[in-house]
């Protein structure tokens, strides 16, 4: 019943043909099975016809069907019996098969034969009076078999039958289709699937192979593929040796042979080979091929092959070369012919193929474990980003979407990938515009990896993060655009710094991408004015700027609600009581007028068509901006940020002509009128202090002059707030405020500079006028001013400075010498100011200065509190007054904040300007205040400023009334200016170029804390400052090589020892300092991380061509050549380093430049020398020697000396052997001679990272095998016994050096290496005793001895309570006891267990003092030291000389210390 069941239902795929045939054929019978007429039946007395007859089956001749008058089971059973039982058996099956034969040779007979018979259905049943009955019937055999198969189920007949079905079959071959549709050669194939049983399969598979070797092509496909539903299990391995030889001869057939081969079971080698052929055949297959091929590939895979297969086919699989070509030929196909239909049909078809391979592959990953794994292996070890392709992205992108348990994994790869550069932006770009019609399926699966890598804190992983989004919504459907937009919205409001400014990026370059796609989006980013608070000044701009540009770029109908939505908004903004939120509507109205008002001169995509403003436009903007003014006046801190905000507008230069001409008549004429008066008209009126006009830089004879009117209005403004009463001349000027001079000043001359081409001819008079203020020296006078008056001068000389900084901003770039020397004369006036203004804020503990900055992030921001006022330092230094924004700048915050690691890696500044202004007060020991701490009340420095770096010696010419010449007076750009110069362009550097998480902000400051004074900065990209600076590197390069003479020459003349006199002190620590300030540029210039990325590689040859071509001049060198000239130059410098935070800034800087070049290996010995030499060179800097090197900077450099050096432990050897007895020697103050850096002081540093650099070289140290070569051991065993020797000079130092610090060192270490020993050491010793039978004792016998000490240690430990050193002790016995039995394990294994003597090891203290205690006292008697133990173990060595010991007896017996608890 099993078998019977199962063809019936297998008949329902062979039937299918044969329906086909059965339907097309009835207008044929239907006169036929009207009146069944005698003459249709075949009327034949040959034994075929009536065994046939008798068995139940009726022979019909014509068109007509054979007709089963019987089951087809009772049928073959019939027939079966009577051939067996037949009197002429076995003749009689030859009489039957050539009956058969003679009657298939009419082929209208052959044919009826092989299509299914008709059954015979009794009156009854046809008329429905049994329908149960005729209901099974149907239900059971719907289908009748043909005769041929009826007769291939008789395993009498079936060899026969299938030698006339071979014998007939190649008449059929180059036949084409019947009239009626007839495929033959198919039919008779068909005849032969699904058998029950097959009587000769060796024989079948042999006619079958023949028979393909000669059909015709379309016929082999078709034979191929029938294979699998034809022969049996046991013919699989031979079937498949013949495809696989017919394979590699017919590469037409290789889609239908891996087809069937994926079909059969076959033996694995068998299925390697022909894998391996297909691989070679692989880059030449078509397009459409590719899912059947790559099917069986990924079908054949084993759990050890898989990563090695997958790695081969990832190298031949390039589908940018399958689908790229195909598109061409489609394209040009196109072209050629008029028809499209051809073309679109191929891109159709290419499609698809692709579409389906990656069916196949995501089938193959999701539900094999072993393939997901491997791909994702072969792409992680593919080193080369040249060798990443755009299917490796693509399957990784799969593979996440496709397996939830291997997310991690693909996560881990991607940002190493990225990390590396492996996989960069137009790798990324290729991947979705190829392959986008894959990836839009696993849409929400990228956006979760996109979500994922943008809360990494790398950079690079980041942008890779953006990416991902941004080519989502470029190359995906309406619905991706609309899930990338709400993601970014997400990223937005999460109050992330790193996601937010992300985020705005991408959406910034999707509005520029696709500004049509975006406005259909525009509701979800509206919604995130609902999270301003969140948001930093420049995020604000960038929102701002991106509503206003889908509102205002092009009249849309679409856009009409966004406008108004923006106008309400800014409104109800500037509006708003609160002051923060009017702020925000300043930064957002004036957004909002750089689009409404954008110049249409300009490239942007959003401003094509449109031309200068009409009337109406510029009603509107000028409306906008009266309303904003108006709203700000009230105000001196909003109307600044107002000022501030516009001028950075038109300094982008993106305001049409004529709202520019309009903005700059009116702010010239607010600023003359509320700022300027005239020279001759003294101000008068009841003001503290007399008034007078200070810092003009002309000798103005005529009443011509001005000045700028700063006392009076400060006085005016805080008698304002005094609330008291006023003329009626001061009220009118009572909303002025001299807050907002700096930032008036800075939108007028950009305003003058836009209109007249750079020009600042028509204001340069500003850059000479006087200041009206009063005599500043502090004095004697300054002790018997009140605290308001400070207070008073204190502001006035915040606001001059701000004043003269704007004026350096804003003629720094003029042309003229004479301009030049008046710049540089504001810079000397600035440095003199600073000066006055330390020895005041010195003196006023509590004293808050005027805002210079006016972003959001500057409003909660005060000031650091004086040293005068310690016991609140450390409450208001929290609330961000010194804003400290990379832990190795200590200026950056208040003395009693700075970390430990920003006190040792910053540079030496505050400290040194300390005990200079120390050195010059006199007796009275003054407390130095560091202006750095102030940085957040400076107005910010543009980077242009620093073009005054060019600058040499400039001569300035002096004018008579009658303008000649009188005298000329040279002006150079001094030490402390230059030093001013660097600091600034030092902190902004690190500010735009060093990566975020290196300059990681205190938990309790303000995530905008470390913007604060670099607003204007901030809205420059990282790539235009490091392009500013590459600018800059000539006449750093100049002022290097200036300083680099001057220590030269004064080494030369002194020998090193700098001059005691003030004068020369001052002098050596500001030439100092500007040498520390211009390497730290250096290094920070040349670690910036995008120079990795590719289309900022040539940056970095502009920067390498300059200092290279200090050294030589020539034509463009390749990028290797300028990297060794850098070096080398660079090196140079090595001999005139003052001090050692130079020395360290200049070694990282050559380990940045040695890290891009390829010869790294050579550049790491002269590093590793230089460091040496730093290390072995006595420091000198000034009168405190002591405390000059910090111990953060010490143990760097050590750690790079150690880690670039070819023998780390020669090196420590030398450290240990030679330079600690020259310091165990010398007297408590002094150091040793060979390392003049290891004192006292630092000899724990020096301890430590020996000891870390010890135990991490042994770690690489690779554990032997038995299969390794003779030298090889003997080489690892040297460099063990250079090792242990090592580790024994350090642990033997405890002894000497006891110090708490030392001991921890040592606890941690020295188990650390113990257990390394153990796991890398011992297999090479169980293998090397025999042949270095001496060696292996000497070792032991060292190591016994370190070890015994450790023990010591764990009791010194114990005994003192320590809960910092006790804590080691359980660790460190274990491994010792581990030690032990290893050491015995070892001695068995070469037969020498005799040898091996264990004993009890006493407890000492460090100076081997027995530490008696209850239990030690009664069993002293009994306790034996293991150093007898160890020589009765040498005493007893075989005869055969086989064996000798080493007793390492270190197991601890009692456990007498009463406070083992502590372990």
Not at 89 to 97: D, L
Not at 1104 to 1127: D, H, I, K, T, Y
Request: contains cysteine.
């Amino acid at each position: 019943m099993v078998s019977k069941r199962r063809l019936s239902k297998s008949d329902d795929k062979e039937n299918l043909v044969e329906d086909a045939s059965k339907a097309k054929k009835q207008p044929l019978s239907k006169k036929t099975k009207k009146s069944h007429v005698h003459n249709e039946i075949e009327e034949n007395d040959s034994v075929f016809v009536e065994l046939l007859k008798t068995s139940g089956i009726i022979l019909k001749t014509g068109a007509s069907q054979n007709q089963l008058a019987v089951d087809q089971i009772v049928f073959q059973k019939k027939l079966f019996q009577m051939l067996r039982k037949h009197p002429s058996y076995p003749k009689i099956i030859e009489e039957f098969i050539s009956g058969l034969e003679s009657y298939i040779e009419d082929q209208d007979c052959f044919r009826n034969c092989l299509l299914s018979c008709e059954r015979l259905q009794d009156e009854e049943a046809r008329c429905g009076e049994e329908p149960q009955s005729c209901a099974d019937i149907h239900m059971g055999t719907p289908y009748s078999k043909s005769l041929i198969k009826l007769l291939l189920g008789i395993d009498l007949l079936q060899p026969a039958v299938i030698k006339i079905l071979f014998e007939k079959l190649p008449e059929f071959l180059f036949e084409n289709e019947n009239s009626d549709g007839l495929n033959m050669p198919r039919l008779i194939i068909s005849q032969l699937k699904w058998l029950d049983k097959i009587v000769d399969g060796k024989d079948l598979t042999s006619k079958f192979m023949q028979l393909i070797s000669i059909a015709p092509v379309p016929m082999q496909h078709d034979f191929i593929t029938s294979l699998p539903e034809i022969l049996g299990d046991s013919q699989h391995a031979e079937v498949g040796k013949e495809l696989s030889d017919l394979l590699m001869t017919s590469t037409p057939l290789t889609v239908p042979i891996l087809d069937v081969l994926s079909s059969l079971q076959l033996d694995p080698k068998l299925l390697s080979k022909v894998r391996q052929l297909v691989m070679g055949k692989l880059s030449a297959v078509r397009l459409e091929d590719l899912p059947v091929i790559i099917k069986f590939i990924l079908h054949a895979l084993t759990t050890t092959d898989a990563v090695e297969v997958i790695s081969e086919l990832r190298e031949k699989l390039d589908l940018q070369h399958c689908i790229l070509p195909s598109q061409l030929q489609a394209s040009q196909s196109k072209l050629k012919s008029k028809g499209k239909i051809s073309s679109s049909n191929q891109e159709k078809s290419n499609l698809d193929s692709v579409i389906l391979l990656f069916d196949v592959i995501k089938s193959a990953v999701r539900y094999e474990k072993t393939i997901s794994e491997a791909w994702i292996k072969a792409i992680e070890n593919t080193a080369s980003g040249s060798d990443h392709k755009t299917l490796d992205v693509a399957m990784l992108l799969v593979i996440y979407s496709t397996n939830t348990q291997t997310k991690k994994s693909i996560e881990r790869v991607l940002r190493n990938k990225v990390r590396s550069g492996c996989i960069q932006e137009q790798l990324l770009q290729s991947t979705f515009y190829i392959l986008s019609s894959v990836l839009k399926d696993i849409c929400p699966s990228i956006l979760l990896l996109a979500q994922t890598l943008l809360h990494s804190l790398d950079q690079s992983v980041i942008s890779f993060g953006s990416l991902l989004y941004k080519y989502t919504f470029k190359f995906f459907d309406t619905y991706c655009q609309q899930e990338v937009v709400g993601a970014l919205v997400s990223h937005i409001c999460s109050g992330n710094d790193a996601e937010v400014d992300t985020a705005l990026d991408v959406l910034l370059e999707l509005v520029v991408l696709n500004l049509s796609a975006m406005r259909l989006n525009a509701v979800f980013v509206k919604g995130i004015l609902d999270y301003l608070d969140k948001l930093s000044p420049q995020q604000i701009r960038k929102l701002f700027y991106i509503l206003s540009t889908l509102a205002f770029s092009k009249k849309h109908a679409a856009s009409s609600h966004i406008e108004d939505d923006m106008h309400l908004v800014i409104r109800k903004q500037l509006s708003s009581t609160i002051f923060k939120y009017k702020l925000i509507g300043i930064i957002g109205a004036v957004t909002m007028v750089s689009i409404m008002a954008v110049d249409s001169s300009g490239s942007s995509s959003f401003t094509q068509g449109r031309t200068d403003l009409n009337n109406e436009q510029c009603t509107q903007v000028t409306s906008l901006l009266q309303l904003v003014h108006s709203c700000s006046e009230q105000s001196p801190q909003a109307c600044a940020l107002y000022y501030d905000e516009f001028a950075n507008l038109i300094q982008g230069g993106k305001l049409a002509p004529k709202a520019q001409e309009w903005v700059g008549q009116t702010v010239f004429n607010n600023f003359q009128d509320a700022f300027v008066v005239d020279l001759d008209v003294i101000p008068e009126g009841d003001y503290p202090f007399p008034v007078k006009a200070l810092y003009g830089l002309e000798e103005y004879n005529s009443r011509d002059g001005i000045a700028i009117n700063l006392l009076p209005l400060l006085f005016s403004q805080d008698f304002a707030e005094d609330g008291g009463r006023m003329t009626s001349q001061e009220s009118d000027q009572k909303l002025v405020s001299p807050l907002c001079l700096a930032s008036c000043f800075r939108l007028l001359r950009l305003c003058v500079e836009k209109q007249h081409n750079g020009s600042l001819e028509e204001i340069d008079g500003l850059l000479d006028c006087p200041i009206f203020l009063t005599d500043l020296e502090p004095g004697e006078r300054m002790q018997s001013m009140s605290v308001k008056e400070q207070s008073f001068v204190c502001s006035l000389i915040f606001l001059t400075l701000n004043w003269f900084r704007e004026i350096v901003n804003a003629f720094c770039q003029q042309t003229s010498p004479e301009m030049k020397g008046k710049v540089l004369t504001r810079l000397k006036h600035i440095m003199e100011l600073q000066k006055i203004l330390e020895e005041y804020l010195a003196v006023i503990p509590n004293y808050v200065p005027p805002l210079a900055n006016f972003d959001l992030e500057t409003l909660d921001v005060t000031p650091p509190t004086s040293t005068a006022a310690s016991a609140k330092i450390s409450q208001t230094g929290k609330k961000g007054a010194g804003r400290k924004r990379k832990a190795d700048d200590s200026k950056l915050s208040s003395p009693d904040t700075l970390s430990k690691e920003g006190s040792s890696e910053g540079d030496p500044t505050p400290s040194d300007r300390s005990q200079m202004e120390k050195g010059f007060t006199g007796k009275e020991e003054k407390i130095s205040v560091s202006l750095q701490n102030y940085h957040a009340f400076f107005r910010e420095l543009d980077i242009e400023v620093f073009s005054i770096l060019h600058c040499g010696l400039v001569t300035k010419s002096t004018l008579d009334t009658e303008m000649h010449t009188e005298a000329r007076e040279v002006v150079q750009l001094g030490p402390p200016e230059l030093l001013f110069l660097l600091e600034d362009l030092s902190q902004k550097l690190e500010n735009m170029l060093t990566p975020s998480a290196a300059r990681r902000v205190p938990f309790f400051k303000s995530k905008g804390s470390r913007n604060v004074g670099f607003s204007h900065l901030r809205q420059r990209s990282a790539q235009d400052i490091a392009h500013c600076i590459i600018q800059l590197l000539t006449p750093m390069c100049n002022h290097l090589e200036n300083i680099h003479n001057y220590f030269q020459c004064l080494v030369a003349e002194n020998h090193g020892v700098v001059d005691g006199s003030g004068t020369k002190v001052r002098e050596y620590h500001i030439m100092s300092s500007c040498y520390q300030r211009l390497l730290q540029i250096f290094h920070g210039l040349f670690a910036w991380s995008g120079f990795l990325h590719p289309e900022n590689h040539n940056l970095l040859s502009s920067a390498l061509e300059v200092l290279a071509s200090r050294l030589e001049l020539g034509e463009q060198q390749p990028l290797e050549e300028m990297l060794s000239q850098s070096f080398h130059y660079l090196q140079n410098f090595h001999s005139s380093i003052p001090t050692f935070q130079c020395a360290l800034y200049l070694i990282r800087l050559l380990m940045i430049i040695s890290e891009k070049s390829t010869a790294a290996p050579q550049k790491r010995e002269k590093i590793a020398s230089l460091a040496r030499q730093f290390l072995c060179r006595v420091w000198r800097g000034g009168e405190k020697e002591k405390s000059n090197i910090c111990n953060d900077q010490l143990r760097s450099l050590l750690c790079i000396y150690l880690g670039h050096t070819d023998s780390v432990l020669k090196a420590i050897e030398e450290i240990a052997g030679i330079g600690v007895p020259e310091l165990i020697n010398s007297p408590k103050d002094a150091s040793s001679s060979t390392f003049p850096t290891l004192t006292r002081h630092t000899f724990v540093i020096f301890f430590h990272v020996m000891m870390a650099e010890l135990e991490k070289t042994v770690k690489s140290i690779q554990a032997g095998t038995a299969a390794d070569s003779q030298q090889v051991h003997e080489e690892k065993l040297l460099h063990w016994n250079m090792a242990v020797r090592d580790f024994s000079i350090l642990i033997n130092l405890i002894k000497v050096f006891d110090s708490r610090p030392v001991l921890h060192v040592c606890l941690k270490y020295g188990r650390q290496f113990v257990e390394t020993f153990l796991k890398q050491c011992m297999p090479l010793l169980d293998f090397s005793f025999r042949k270095h039978r001496e060696d292996v004792l000497s070792l032991l016998e060292t190591l016994q001895l370190d070890t015994r000490l450790l023990h010591h240690l764990c009791g010194h430990s114990k005994i003192h309570q320590d809960m910092r050193l006790t804590k080691h002790v359980p660790l460190l016995k274990k491994t010792l006891e581990l030690l032990v039995c290893r050491v015995k394990a070892m001695l068995i294994l070469n037969n020498c267990r005799e040898a091996f003597w264990l004993g009890n090891l006493k407890n000492r203290d460090l100076q081997g003092e027995e530490i008696m205690s209850q239990n030690s006292q009664e069993s002293t008697a009994d306790e034996s030291e293991d150093d007898t133990s160890s020589q009765v173990s040498k005493s007893k060595e075989k005869e055969d000389g086989e064996e000798d010991d080493e007793s390492d007896g270190e197991k601890e017996q009692d456990s007498d210390e009463g406070d083992d608890n502590s372990d």
